[in-house]
């Protein structure tokens, strides 16, 4: 059987046209809020979009989780949104969130950033108070 080979663009676009999605809690040490499920749309330039949930994560304070297995863009990322779920330890509450960014195809978003925050922490990286727990904040942002 004769290969059919991709070429170099189209594997260079694996290493070069990807994104990274970065999923933090970053809630103070001395909470219980675990964050469980995040789901994240990446819009494309071109009106397309790229799904990635990820469940069971457990994500307590003070870390995250890298998502790099994204498929490449065929455009470049243009917004994402993400609804996330978060479980409070010791009231066994569950909590949603959802976040937003937006670039341009001039910036696109190659790392994305999306998490928890307590709300003294919220202004640095745009976040948005939950409502059911005025404590904390959403968030997405370009990572850095």
Known sequence: MAAAWLGAEQLAGVLYGGSRLVISNRAADATTLILEAVVVVL????????????????????????????????????????????????????????????????????????????TAGAEAVGGTPLPDAPDYAVFARVDA
């Open 43 to 118: 819009h494309g330039d071109d009106g397309s979009r790229r799904l990635k949930a990820a469940q069971g994560l457990a994500l307590f304070p003070g870390k995250s989780e890298i998502i790099d297995d994204l498929p490449p863009a065929a455009t470049p990322l243009v917004a994402a949104e993400a609804f996330l779920q978060f479980r409070h330890g010791e009231t066994h509450r569950m909590l949603d969130g959802y976040a937003t960014i937006e670039g341009t195809a001039a910036t696109p978003l190659d790392s994305i950033e999306v998490g928890i925050v307590d």
